[in-house]
């Protein structure tokens, strides 16, 4: 049983503890906004942000997540507002969008650490592959975003969604996972 908080919220996952975080977000709470990739670490399409810190959660097990605080794409802005979303809708940043939780993670992260990047640096914070070839528009997007943060620019808000994540998690039937429990989740999609 390994208990941490997933966006905000206090949970105890039942599965084994070597269990990559990966699959407890996927599998046991319906947050399926984190992607599975290569499984390896090399792709970063699984990015979460663990305790502040960008972190691929193909690499880390449910017991190395013990007691820490996991926020996933679907935690970042429920309203989709945060600067790194807008300016990648504003920048059409996005194509099949696959890549695009881990690399929204990688460069909330970033930009929480350090608001004024230079292209090399987020280069090195965000290595994330994309089968796409969105880079170039990915650089514009996240230099923009860094703008928003320091208040030099402001972009207008994306649509809001018209489903609330929580709810949109509990519409897909692919929870029924045996041997994966989730206690305390239920507005993430509580195991039945
Ligand atoms: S799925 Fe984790 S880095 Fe590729
Ligand atoms: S937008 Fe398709 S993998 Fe990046």
Same mark, same amino acid.
């Given at each position: 049983m390994t208990q @941490? *908080? /997933?966006?905000g919220q206090p949970v105890r996952i039942d @599965?084994? %503890?070597e269990t990559p975080l990966l699959w407890g977000l996927r599998d046991a709470m319906n947050l399926t %906004? *984190?992607?599975y990739g290569c499984g390896v670490g090399d792709c %970063?399409?699984? /990015?979460?942000?663990i305790d502040g810190e960008a972190l691929r959660s193909c690499l880390v097990t449910l017991d190395e997540a013990e007691g820490r605080e996991i926020v996933t794409i679907e935690g970042l802005s429920p309203t989709r507002g945060h600067p790194v979303q807008q300016a990648l /809708?504003?920048?059409q940043a996005i194509q099949c969008g696959f890549c695009t939780p881990g690399i929204v993670m990688a460069a909330a992260a970033l930009l929480q650490r350090n608001p004024d990047p230079t292209d090399a640096q987020i280069r090195e914070a965000i290595p994330n592959l994309c089968r796409c070839g969105v880079h170039p528009r990915l650089l514009r997007a996240v230099e923009r975003a860094a703008r928003v /943060?320091?208040?030099r620019e402001?972009?207008?808000a994306v649509p809001a969604p018209d489903i609330d994540p929580a709810e949109a998690a509990l519409e897909v039937p692919a929870l029924r996972v045996e041997g994966a429990r989730v206690e305390g989740a239920a507005e993430t999609g509580e195991q039945p």
């Open positions: @941490m *908080t /997933v966006n @599965m084994d %503890g %906004g *984190t992607k %970063g399409a699984c /990015v979460v942000l /809708v504003a920048e /943060v320091q208040r402001s972009i207008a």
